[in-house]
């Protein structure tokens, strides 16, 4: 060993950061674990604080605009001399669907509220069926703001993205989250739900649908989640579920998972009335103050 390496030194050595408080550890491949966990942990933490029991999880398209600013843009492509922009016949047809899809998002609008009226009257130390979004533009959006002018709470389950998806403005702020992980965002949805609904949407839609039809289907999860497709006119044009009975891929029982409607009116009763069915009549009173989170099998 070299003298030189161990001299003296007046100077005292800096204190090492905390663990907790190492920001280039935390960010590091080796701290992803504390991420994920804090993604966990956080997100209950502040559930528990705003007395959240259980939710209904509204997905659907984030592109659909609401009525009013559908035709506001549509009517922009319309005006004189606006058909020398490129790809203008190509702009105006997809206005026109934009006008026509708004409906969903005055339906979505309105049955939030009617969720959330009803809900907001139930007798219980916690919030019950609080509509949950992701947060964004669209049908989490136009839900967000249904439960905002029942007078009620709402949650979005935000996700960071490289183009950035911002928080509408009509969520609860104490229950605006933010997630980097999908599969966290996606447990957050799950979890606590007891109903989900689901308005026409694309990928992310289909995706979600389709994993709580499994979790279901599998008998994964120890409650019932009610399931409530909106819109036939356009989920029967994109999925035939007669023809996976007719070859076998599902049973004819599988149908039953869910139920199709097109008024937020016969969705709401449909809610209400499963709701009541299976958690409420039947729910047990509980001692602990900790939100009745649904459980697994074991």
């Known amino acids: 060993m070299k003298d030189t390496d161990c001299k003296s030194n007046d100077v005292p050595l800096a204190p090492a950061p905390l663990a907790y408080h190492n920001e280039v550890f935390l960010n590091s491949p080796d701290g992803r674990i504390l991420r994920i966990l804090s993604e966990y942990q956080e997100p209950l933490a502040r559930f528990r604080r705003e007395e959240i029991q259980d939710t ?47 409906r969903y998002y005055e339906d979505a609008r309105r049955l939030a509220y009617l969720l959330t009226q009803w809900s907001s009257q139930i007798a219980s130390r916690r919030h019950r069926f609080v509509v949950t979004t992701g947060g964004g533009p669209g049908i989490m959006e136009a839900a967000n703001q249904g439960a905002c002018e029942a007078g009620g709470k709402s949650i979005g389950l935000n996700i960071r993205l490289p183009f950035e998806q911002m928080p509408n403005h009509f969520i609860t702020p104490a229950l605006n989250f933010e997630f980097h992980y999908f599969f966290m965002r ?39 989640i009610l399931v409530l497709i909106y819109g ?38 449909f809610l209400r009335d499963g709701l009541t069915k299976y958690h409420l009549e039947k729910a047990k009173p509980k001692r602990e103050r900790t939100p009745e989170i649904a459980k697994t099998r074991p």
């Open 56 to 102: 209904v999880v509204f997905f659907g398209s984030a592109r659909f605009d609401s009525p009013g600013h559908a035709a506001d843009k549509l009517r922009v492509l319309e005006r004189p001399g606006s058909a020398e922009v490129a790809d203008h016949k190509e702009q105006v047809r997809r206005a026109q669907a934009a006008v026509r899809m708004a």
């Open 186 to 224: 996606k447990f957050w949805f799950a979890y606590l739900a007891k109903a989900l609904v689901i308005f026409p949407g694309g990928f992310g839609t289909f995706d979600e649908l389709f994993e709580i039809l499994t979790l279901a289907q599998t008998e994964k999860l120890a409650k019932k």
């Open 232 to 269: 036939k006119e356009y989920w029967n044009k994109l999925i035939n579920f007669d023809a996976m009975v007719e070859a076998g891929t599902i049973s004819p029982e599988d149908l039953n998972l869910f139920r199709m409607v097109d008024t937020p009116e016969e969705g709401f009763e």
